[in-house]
């Protein structure tokens, strides 16, 4: 072997040998990595940041809790306090219609009306007292006055019809009659203008304003006849009174009731004694039917019947007209008829009760042949 091999060999062995100890002492003097901290003066900053947000969110939040329990509380206020004017709507609302049946009664001497209607007006004077005491919520005060102020109205006008019925006693004429005692129920007709207008009308929408929803106002109705205050049906109920006083009629003449027509609502439709008519049935479905008294005598409690021929059980709805002057025409309207029998041909009958000492009664009853479909 030369001294050139020899050399070349010494190149081969020795070079690439000290090149991997070096590296593997270099690796042995690293060590393991270490995780990469951030500098030590921003650690503090990033949780001071942190509990910052935290913070703000719990802030955020507590106020959408405290509105939420303001307005769950706003809302209870406001539906306790109606709660409250319901219960006096409801009572007053009541006496109204024990007012009406009053009036209304064949017969009924005017010693027992006047107490009746002194009864009714003690009644409706603590009622009024009730409605003072009631403590109305934020913007509904003002409504508020304008319910006690219905209250007393009511109040006012039953205490005048009691005067005007024994001021009346005295007088033979009726004209005269019928004019005070009108003037004595337009205070009740006033009421209910004063409880929609005042009232009830304002407080919903003061009530939207707010955003308050689900909060029902409630209603109160006290006259329930809308001619009832015209002197010339407190006239006729006078004169009607007066004859059962002092048994002798003050009226006389024809007495009677007769259908005008029959309509089908919502569509319009009249329907015909001579002539099948088809009805498309609907969840709206309804009856209009108009009666006219005949007579010259003013009629009280009359009763109209709705028969629809149905199989194993006929559908019968029946309201009363509870006054009804000489030559005056009321309507009736028939609702909520459910399901009427399709296919065949199906009777539609309607009848206006007889009056006492009705001769007439022919135009008393009306029945229609009709063809229920669906659309």
């Known amino acids: 072997m030369s001294e050139r091999d020899n050399d070349i060999e010494f190149d081969f062995f020795d070079e690439p040998a000290t090149q991997e100890a070096a590296g593997r002492g270099a690796r042995a003097r690293r060590g393991p990595r270490r ?15 942190g509990l910052i947000a935290f913070a703000i969110l719990l802030i955020v939040l507590l106020v959408f809790w405290v509105q939420s329990c303001r307005g769950a509380s706003k809302k209870s206020g406001y539906e306790d306090y109606m709660e409250e004017v319901r219960t006096v709507a409801g009572d007053s609302q009541r006496l109204g219609g024990e007012l009406n049946s009053l009036i209304t009664t064949r017969g009924i001497k005017q010693a027992d009306l006047e107490q009746q209607l002194n009864g009714l007006a003690q009644q409706q004077q603590q009622i009024a007292n009730a409605a003072q005491a009631i403590k109305a919520p934020g913007r509904l005060r003002g409504p508020q006055q304008h319910v006690v102020e219905a209250m007393r109205f009511r109040f006012s006008g039953l205490r005048g019809l009691e005067a005007a019925f024994r001021e009346s006693a005295k007088t033979k004429n009726g004209n005269i009659a019928g004019a005070r005692l009108a003037a004595q129920a337009r205070r009740l007709d006033a009421s209910d203008v004063i409880w929609d207008d005042l009232f009830k009308e304002p407080s919903i929408q003061e009530l939207r304003r707010q955003g308050i929803g689900g909060v029902r106002v409630p209603d109160s109705n006290f006259v329930r006849n809308p001619d009832l205050p015209s002197p010339r049906s407190m006239k006729e109920i006078w004169q009607r009174i007066q004859g059962a006083r002092t048994g002798v ?6 007495h009677g009731n007769g259908i005008v027509r029959v309509r089908v609502l919502p569509s319009g439709q009249e329907l015909s004694t001579t002539e ?6 609907t969840t709206e479905l309804a009856f209009e039917v108009v009666v006219e008294n005949s007579g010259s005598s003013q009629e009280v409690r009359v009763p109209v019947t709705l028969t629809i021929q149905k199989s194993p059980t006929p559908i019968e709805k029946r309201q009363v007209i509870s006054l009804i002057n000489p030559g005056e025409t009321q309507t009736v309207t028939f609702r909520n008829i459910g399901q009427p029998p399709f296919g065949p041909r199906t009777p539609v009958r309607v009848e ?11 135009n008393n009853t009306a029945e229609y042949n009709v063809f229920f479909t669906v659309e």
């Open 35 to 49: 995780p990469v901290r951030p500098p030590a003066g921003i650690t503090p900053i990033l949780r001071l940041v």
């Open 249 to 254: 009629a003050t009226t006389g003449g024809v």
């Open 276 to 281: 099948d008519t088809t009805i498309v049935a």
């Open 352 to 362: 206006v009760r007889p009056v006492p000492q009705e001769k007439n009664k022919a």
